[in-house]
């Protein structure tokens, strides 16, 4: 019997149902959630996932400011926008699109962020607040993928969850996030030996590695749990997942899809984040009235 499929499109548009509402009475109060995206060059995928964002801001009542600027562009000049936001009072959420150019420097750009404008999760501050468990913005895709479990029931507390991945985005915080909600973490990444042996350990497998439907049957636990990160082309340009999905899902208790699991939920929680920002400058009437 095949795994259940877990349906990060209409998960998302449930959360996202709930921002608009939420979005609606701060704008009957006289704050407009405002969030900025800076895109430097032309790369076609960041470009895409802008123009993504961008339209769900507007979906859901959301002022969206996106200023494209140049490869060439100085990181002083890059860094000279990311200060004007800070100080603009109609922006709640700052939003840098990486990757940058080779040029400049990410950890400079990310840390020049005001960490309460920080709606991706990123800066060091926040990083810090969420690995001690303060409240803070979450990196948006390890906080889509604890919804996703949250809202489908799944049980987190006492499982054993193995990431396959360690980046700074993904595999780092969500083993974080499951550790304080007491799943037993397991981290795999290229160095790990025999990475079956730990796979097949999981109740809950998380895949975020950027290699075509790297993770299959034999990686996986009949009854797991499947969250596949992974967005690539396999070799007929179709779009699909670090997991091969049919064969995985024949082993999976459940299963997220490539496209339509965990993307909608990367945008979801970007959204809530900005949400939560303006909401807490609304607080402190430090929310710009529109």
């Known amino acids: 019997m095949s795994g259940k499929l877990i349906d990060g499109i209409a998960i998302g548009k449930e959360i996202r149902e709930e921002i ?23 790369n076609q995928a960041s470009r895409t996932y802008v123009t993504n964002k ?6 859901v009542g959301m002022k969206s400011e996106l200023i494209e600027l140049p490869v060439s562009v100085s990181e002083e000049e ?35 962020i005001d ?26 895709t390890p906080y889509g993928i604890i919804k996703l479990l949250e809202r489908t029931n799944t049980e987190i507390s006492g499982k054993h969850a193995v990431i396959v991945g360690r980046s700074n985005i993904v595999g780092k915080p969500m083993g974080q996030l499951l550790l304080q ?31 075509t439907k790297f993770v299959s049957e034999e990686h996986i636990k009949k009854g797991a749990v499947v969250i596949d990160v992974g967005m690539n082309r396999d070799e007929n340009g179709k779009l699909c997942g670090d997991v ?33 920002s303006a909401e807490e400058a609304f607080k402190k009437e430090t929310c710009t009235k529109q």
């Open 244 to 276: 091969d999905f049919d064969k995985a899902r024949e082993k999976a208790s459940a299963i997220t899809p490539v496209p339509g699991g965990v993307g909608p939920m990367t945008i979801t929680m970007l959204l809530k984040n900005t949400l939560h």
């Open 20 to 42: 608009k509402a939420r979005v609606s009475d701060l704008k009957a109060g006289g704050c407009t959630p405002g969030l900025a995206v800076i895109l430097v060059g032309d």
């Open 115 to 140: 960490p309460s404008k920080d709606v991706d999760g990123f800066h060091p501050v926040n990083v810090g607040k969420m690995i001690i468990g303060q409240k803070t913005f979450l990196s948006c």
């Open 181 to 211: 909600r007491d799943a037993t973490v397991t981290y795999c990444h290229s160095k790990t030996k025999d990475l079956a042996e730990f796979t097949k350990q999981a109740d809950i497998l998380i895949v975020a590695i950027g290699k």
């Open 54 to 59: 961008e339209k769900s801001s507007k979906e």
């Open 78 to 112: 890059l860094l000279g926008h990311v200060t004007r936001l800070n100080n603009d009072q109609s922006i709640h959420g700052i939003l840098v699109q990486l990757p940058l150019p080779t040029h400049i420097n990410e950890n400079h750009v990310i840390s020049a």
